[in-house]
């Protein structure tokens, strides 16, 4: 879908160097919109060509926070993470951020749509029970991520400077192939690949590991049941990767427990056809008060 012509939009991006965050400031001046990013540390510029510009300022400061988002913007999506340095205190990051964020959007002037980015957590499976209350999550999901997904999280962890997760999920590859494809020798270390995976799980069944999923569900209850202001709370599919191809094509899926969008359970997609995604909800809202996903082609490149 491209803009309307000659409508330029003002869209503001809570969160622009994130990488959801990025590929929709990209979306966005690529269809000639003007965009502001807002967070504490903005880029001061963009290396795509654009009119764009950017906002330093403290999101738990609800009242700046608030007159930034009075600016007569046409539409705001909120790309939101929080440092995952510590994961002690994801979740409550997570949530204190949120709740700003909410506060200072109802304290606003703003009247356009505004665009949460969640985490997959908060879908629904086939039977209409949270993705994220499936026994032991999310251990059996990592544990069947093809080769090529494990890949992924390994580099883009690396990308990330968390030196420490790249070879989790290294170890994490290589315990589950020596059980699962075991070669001519790969008895020797099996009790060693065992190990590790048990300690893998008692880790990340963990709360402290969950915080960024349960956090993110937290953020979307916020928002339920709120007619003060438009708003959409999009859940990106379990298998979101970033560093992909755009290919502009993704389907488009409402999510609730009377209607699950177990497709995003299921499927995944890349950054960069998420951002056309959200970029095509800015210009045409389809999806005030709902919670959605979107799922499109992976794995058209390697890692």
Not at 51 to 73: D, G, H, P, R, W
Request: charged share 25%; net charge positive.
């Amino acid at each position: 879908m491209s803009k309307t012509p000659g409508k330029t939009l003002k869209v503001a991006v809570i969160g622009p160097k994130g990488q959801c965050g990025a590929c929709v400031v990209d979306e966005l001046l690529s269809r000639g919109h003007a965009v502001v990013g807002i967070s504490r540390s903005p880029p001061q510029s963009w290396p795509r060509p654009g009119n764009y510009s950017s906002v330093a300022l403290n999101i738990y400061n609800t009242k700046a926070l608030a007159e930034a988002l009075s600016q007569n913007f046409d539409a705001i999506v909120c790309a939101f993470g929080p440092p995952l340095v510590d994961l002690k205190t994801v979740y409550a990051e997570t949530c204190e951020a949120q709740a700003k964020i909410k506060q200072a959007l109802l304290l606003s002037t703003h009247k356009g749509p505004f665009v949460i980015i969640g985490g997959a957590g908060s879908l629904h499976n086939k039977d209409g029970s949270d993705f994220a209350d499936l026994p032991d999550f999310p251990f059996p999901q990592w544990y069947s991520w093809p080769d090529q997904h494990l890949d992924y999280m390994r580099v883009r962890s690396k990308d990330h400077g968390s030196g420490g997760f790249h070879k989790f999920i290294s170890m994490f590859k290589w315990a589950r192939n020596n059980i699962e494809h075991p070669g001519w020798f790969s008895w020797i270390l099996r009790p060693f690949a065992r190990l590790f995976m048990r300690r893998a799980r008692n880790f990340m069944i963990k709360p402290e590991a969950r915080g960024l999923i349960t956090g993110s569900r937290i953020a979307l209850r916020m928002w339920e049941g709120v007619t003060e202001k438009r708003w959409s709370f999009l859940s990106p599919p379990w298998l979101l990767r970033d560093k992909g191809i755009r290919t502009g094509k993704y389907e488009k899926f409402i999510d609730s427990i009377e209607s699950p969008a177990y497709q995003g359970v299921e499927g995944g997609i890349y950054n960069e056809d998420m951002a056309v995604a959200i970029v095509d909800e800015v210009e045409k809202p389809e999806t005030d008060y709902k919670h959605w996903t979107c799922t499109g082609p992976i794995g058209l490149k390697e890692w």
